[in-house]
């Protein structure tokens, strides 16, 4: 117990003094203040989607990451990972070329509990057929193990009555997750790294396969004694109920809740409706508001943001689109409605015309969801897949591409806050103040508001447009005028050893619902331009070009309507790079003209669906223009 004394004095000091929390700081637990403090915010870059050794599909593919090892790792230590040698040391490893500035551990809440007992040899439960077949079967074991828990909401049989021996058993993970997040949480003055406590709850709409998972962030280390699972409340708005009971209505506990890329969801994750079915209700629709302000618009499993295929015109949502539009695999191609965060947004326009509240009215993040412990690994040149390639604990890793095609190393999440402490990312979480990107450190801003035609040329115009206006993820009522959008990116600068890439343009991107009640889009360049003549050559990845290292633009929409409500959201993006997979395939000497370069496990370089090129990105959360309401 020596290794939770420190979490466990700082959790007595907030039970006990309240009082001695530096309340003028906005704080909601004893801390230093941070000395890197700007009232005008600044980006803060990190991951929210993080699975170590407890979660069943990591452990599973031979993850054996701590909850402390993936801190580290976003700090900039090391990691090894597998395959292991016979040694127990890793056979390969990763390392951040720079660190991130916060991250949160998201093991999945569900089996937590058992995957500890299988793996402790002392523990109650190690010895049960369950967890033989568990170490011996680890294939086996994922899907077993999930069927009970997301399919028949149960624990497994090796759990006692009322399932306490794995309720007890899960204590241990969640506290060394708690205890993980105390020892890397810098709580000095330098706030140099901001740690969160949370967990992944991990829920599946069965006969489609739809991905309901979405992930829990505590504001600090005041949390439930175990985290809320699926098992516990299987349906979103029993979560919310759980944690309202269980953390916001005592203490200092806070929580909110980010789906997950809604893009496998099967049209699930958003379907208008309440969870049982039915015609969702205005109390429904504002306890939605309420816990969920955010949606996870990219990560491995593909990007969210917009469908494309048949009638649709903007090309650009071709970007990182999953072939299918569920988590199990179906061969169900996407659709426009199964989930894309565009036409969700649009659909909460409408509702919020029925029910006078906006279910959908949130904001984006990205994050990796890396199933190796190592939060923020979203590089395309250092991409070794999010798991074991796929591959069951024990078994060689094959040759080739180390990952699934459709796969990508995942983004990033941003938020703009004063300062780098968990309270201050925590609120600027729940203001929508975020934006994401799909890995590279662009920094993108939008405000909304009274603004002059030159602000980009004003030293001061943050401040204007702070004062005059609002920022991504705010509202902006109703007017008789077009708003004024302030808009401005930065490329990110990269390292010396690998220069960040220049930005091609800014789009604006606009949902409405026209006076006639139908759902419209659509995208406005309003900085640089995609005839910049910036080209990558697939064959070397060598890129040619120019580009501009920022980009600003004071923006008015000219097809604006009084009577129309809408949201607006920015897209940068980057000049074309290679995508990591072109990028092996280049180092592996494949020619798709020559088969005889073509080694094993390369035979993707050369398929029909491979995306050789992409353009990196970032979207900001949106503003919305409500013409019901007044300033």
């Keep these: 117990m020596a290794r939770y004394k420190q979490l466990l004095i700082t959790l007595l000091i907030l039970s006990v003094c309240p009082a001695a929390l530096t309340a003028e700081q906005g704080y909601s637990e004893q801390r230093e203040a941070c000395a890197n ?15 170590t050794r407890y979660s069943l599909d990591a452990s599973t593919q031979g993850t054996q990451t701590t909850p402390a090892q993936a801190y580290a790792f976003a700090r900039g230590e090391k990691l090894p990972i597998q395959p292991w040698s ?23 809440a569900e089996l937590i509990g058992e995957v500890y007992m299988c793996n402790t040899p002392d523990a109650e439960g190690y010895g049960s057929w ?12 994922y899907y077993l193990f999930n069927f009970v828990a997301t399919m028949q909401q149960a624990h497994l049989g090796l759990c006692g009555d009322d399932d306490q021996v794995c309720l007890e058993a899960s204590r241990i993970p969640w506290g060394e997750m708690q205890h993980a997040a105390e020892q890397h949480y810098d709580r000095s003055a330098q706030c140099e790294f ?27 280390a005041d949390v439930p004694d175990l985290p809320l699972s699926f098992i516990d409340t ?10 309202h009971e269980k953390c916001l209505s005592s203490g200092t506990c806070d929580a909110l809740v980010i789906p997950h890329n809604s893009n496998l969801s099967a049209g699930y994750m958003f379907p208008a409706q309440l969870d049982g079915g039915g015609l969702m209700t205005p109390e429904y629709a504002a306890r939605r508001m309420r816990f969920e302000p955010l949606v996870e618009i990219m990560q491995h499993k593909g990007a969210s943001e ?33 989930g894309f965060v565009r036409q969700v947004l649009v659909d909460g326009l409408k509702l919020e015309q029925e029910l006078g509240v906006n279910p959908y009215q949130f904001g984006v993040i990205a994050s990796t969801d890396t199933h190796l412990g190592a939060p923020g690994a979203a590089e395309e040149d250092r991409f070794l897949g999010h798991g074991g390639a796929g591959v069951p604990a024990g078994e060689a890793i094959p040759p080739g591409l180390p990952d699934k095609l459709e796969y990508n190393p995942g983004g990033l999440a941003v938020v703009w806050a004063e300062e780098n402490s968990r309270d201050a990312l925590f609120n600027g979480m729940r203001a929508r103040e975020t934006y994401a990107t799909s890995g590279p450190r662009i920094t993108s801003r939008m405000f909304a508001g009274d603004y002059p035609d030159n602000l980009c040329d ?13 920022p991504m993820g705010g509202e902006w009522a109703a007017s008789e005028t077009p708003p004024v959008f302030l808009i401005a990116a930065s490329q990110d600068p990269g390292t010396p050893d690998s220069p960040g890439v220049p930005l091609q343009r800014i789009q604006v991107v606009k949902g409405w619902v026209d006076v006639g009640g139908n759902a419209r889009e659509k995208v406005f360049d309003v900085a640089g331009s995609a005839d910049n003549g910036a080209t990558v050559n697939p064959a070397n990845c060598a890129r040619s070009g120019e580009g501009f290292a920022e980009l600003c633009s004071v923006w008015r929409d000219p ?9 607006y959201y920015t897209r940068v993006l980057e000049n074309p790079s290679c995508r990591w997979s072109q990028r092996q395939c280049v180092a592996a000497g494949v020619r798709c003209d020559d088969p005889a370069t073509i080694a094993d496990g390369f035979e993707g370089c050369c398929a029909p669906e491979h995306r050789p090129v992409i353009q990196e990105r970032a979207w900001s959360s949106p503003i919305w223009f409500s013409a019901t309401s007044e300033r």
């Design 130 to 141: 369950q967890c033989v077949v568990y170490r011996n079967l680890p294939r086996v074991a």
């Design 37 to 51: 403090r700007d009232p005008l915010k600044q980006p803060w870059f990190g991951d929210l989607h993080v699975h």
């Design 234 to 243: 299987p349906a979103p708005e029993l979560l919310w109920q759980g944690l």
């Design 86 to 108: 016979d040694s127990g040391e890793g056979m390969r490893s990763l390392q951040l070329r720079r660190p991130l500035d916060f991250a949160m551990v998201s093991d999945h």
């Design 194 to 220: 901001t740690s969160f406590v949370g967990y992944e709850w991990t829920a599946m709409e069965g006969a489609s396969g739809g991905n309901l998972h979405r992930n829990v962030v505590f504001r600090n």
């Design 559 to 567: 097809e604006f309507k009084p009577g129309e409500s809408a949201f």
């Design 306 to 338: 917009c469908y494309y295929g048949p009638g649709a015109s903007d090309e650009l949502c071709a970007f990182e689109q999953q072939p299918n539009d569920n988590i199990a695999g179906l061969n169900k191609p996407p659709l426009p409605d199964t």
């Design 458 to 470: 004003q030293a001061d115009r943050i401040a204007i447009a702070y004062a005059n206006g609002v």
